[in-house]
């Protein structure tokens, strides 16, 4: 993969609206929010990958699940997650479209049972990203440049002060977004300090 660098600013077009909607994002919404507590800060920005069906790319699946559409008799696994009720703010295709599920404002159902440097219920203060993919795969390097985009327009919106990934904040319960994932080169791509991914030791 080419060496990723600072992305170009990514325009207005990546920051969220008053209602917390980002107008370049396809909005597909989800049903699966709810509010925010009270006075909650939105600090955190979690990664994660998702497939569906596992491994495989761009069949639509990602979309119908989060809007609790998923066909159970498309594929086997889907039977096994189809009353499962689940969403992300974003999701980011392999193509590098970025979709948008939940306002920024409201609460999504992505992070499940986490814990961020001793904060537990990340979904409270958190914004979730999906990015297509799995751990088995690197991701495209147009999934970067879309991700580190929204990324820099979260920062400015929001007042964000981390990166983590989804295993950082369920250890030993997830394992994404995964070993392919360069977080090096994503936060060069970001313009990030080391110090907004506090679980990225490796970053000089």
């Excluded at 955190?44 to 008799?73: K, M, T, Y």
């Excluded at 696994?77 to 992300?88: G, H, L, W």
């Excluded at 999701?91 to 986490?114: I, K, P, Y």
């Excluded at 979904?123 to 795969?137: K, Y």
């Amino acid at each position: 993969m080419p060496e990723l660098r600072l992305a170009p600013d990514p325009g207005p077009g990546f920051s969220p609206d008053p209602a917390g909607w980002v107008p370049a994002a396809r909005r597909v919404p989800s049903p699966n929010f709810d509010a925010r507590p009270a006075h909650m800060p939105v600090d955190l920005v979690v990664l994660h990958n998702i497939s569906l069906p596992p491994g495989q790319f761009g069949s639509g699946d990602i979309e119908a699940f989060f809007q609790n559409r998923l066909d159970p008799a498309r594929h086997p696994f889907f039977a096994t997650i189809c009353q499962v009720r689940v969403s992300a703010h974003f999701l980011v295709t392999r193509e590098g479209e970025m979709v948008q599920f939940v306002s920024c404002l409201d609460r999504a159902w992505h992070a499940g049972q986490s814990e961020f440097l001793g904060r537990p219920r990340c979904n409270d203060f958190s914004i979730g990203i999906e990015i297509e993919g799995c751990d088995d795969l690197p991701f495209a390097l147009a999934q970067y440049h879309t991700t580190a985009a929204l990324v820099r327009a979260l920062f400015a919106a929001y007042p964000v002060r981390a990166v983590a990934g989804h295993s950082d904040i369920a250890p030993g319960r997830k394992t994404d977004p995964g070993p392919h994932f360069d977080w090096t080169g994503f936060a060069a791509a970001a313009g990030l300090a080391p110090a907004l991914l506090p679980y990225r030791k490796d970053l000089p």
